[in-house]
């Protein structure tokens, strides 16, 4: 193995003494070749700019907010494709009077479509999302990079904020949206429940007046009203046998002094009755009317 080493190195070598000049040739070539590729080629300045979504502040059971992170991999694809769109880059070209010598010879589509490749929008992973991405882990990422490459780097900046901008307020108008439409059904949810909450309240309402004095928190107050109501009962029924013994002891009396009156006794009762009657018989007799003092006495 050794000699076959040696003999490789020494046939090398021998390579190098017979065809140097032709390799150097074309080493020489080559380099100048490239340094004329390069020189022709334009610069082109690169420059970036970055944009941190926040993640959601509110509690995501009382109200979608409209940032998740677990869709910012899908609301990156969308807010790419609308800020990459024809009208934005197309605004952009016109603002910014981009690739002016096209102008004469390509379609404005075709202008866009010559300034899309140089636009690039993309995540930025920290460490630890990285380390996710290596575990087959979904990536939940916040920041974006958004690059625009150009001859002039101050047009190359200018836009890259722009584009910037254009997806800020994209994001801006996305979560508006969303948190408007979210808003929107909370205030149908209230007014859904408050509607019900009148049912239940006015059936409530119906069962207790249905109920007076039978419901379970009377409970208490209907045994005091029995109580006081005991107590009146037996006072009623204490009046009511005083009544009714005074009652039989003043028909006894009446019975008694009914058989002890004589006919002609003044005293009597029944002699005391007729008196009156026959007197105001007296005074119709005579033809006095209702008016008169004595017939009122009588």
């Known amino acids: 193995m050794n000699l076959d080493q040696g003999n490789q190195v020494i046939d090398l070598f021998g390579l190098a003494r017979r065809r140097g000049k032709l390799i150097a040739v074309i080493a020489g070539f080559v380099i100048l070749a490239t340094f004329w590729v390069s020189m022709a080629l334009p610069n082109l300045y690169t420059s970036s700019a970055m944009v941190l979504v926040e993640p959601q502040s509110v509690d995501e059971d009382l109200v979608d907010s409209g940032v998740r992170e677990s869709d910012l991999n899908e609301r990156l694809g969308l807010m790419t494709a609308e800020i990459l769109s024809r009208p934005r880059l197309s605004a952009i070209i016109s603002d910014m009077n981009l690739y002016e010598d096209e102008k004469d010879d390509m379609e404005r589509i075709e202008i866009v479509q010559l300034m899309r490749p140089y636009v690039t929008v993309v995540p930025v992973l920290s460490e630890l999302e990285e380390g996710q991405s290596q575990r087959n882990q979904e990536l939940r990422f916040s920041t974006f990079k958004i690059t625009f490459r150009h001859e002039d780097k101050k047009v190359a900046a200018i836009v890259a ?17 969303i ?84 006919p002609g006794d003044k005293a009597s009762p029944g002699h005391r009755l007729r008196a009156p009657e026959i007197e105001r018989g007296s005074w119709l007799a005579r033809g006095v009317t209702g008016a008169c003092p004595d017939l009122v006495r009588a």
């Open 161 to 177: 904020q722009r584009i910037a901008n254009d997806f800020i307020d994209a994001n801006i108008a996305s979560r508006t949206e």
């Open 179 to 262: 948190t408007g439409k979210s808003l929107d059904f909370m205030r149908d949810e209230i007014d859904s429940l408050t509607a019900e909450l009148a049912r239940v309240e006015k059936e409530i309402a119906e069962v207790k007046a249905s109920n007076a004095g039978m419901l379970p928190q009377e409970f208490d107050n209907n045994q005091r009203m029995l109580q006081f109501a005991l107590s009146d009962l037996r006072d009623a029924q204490r009046i009511l046998a005083s009544a009714e013994s005074d009652y039989s002891y003043w028909k006894n009396q009446a019975l008694t002094a009914g058989e002890l009156a004589t």
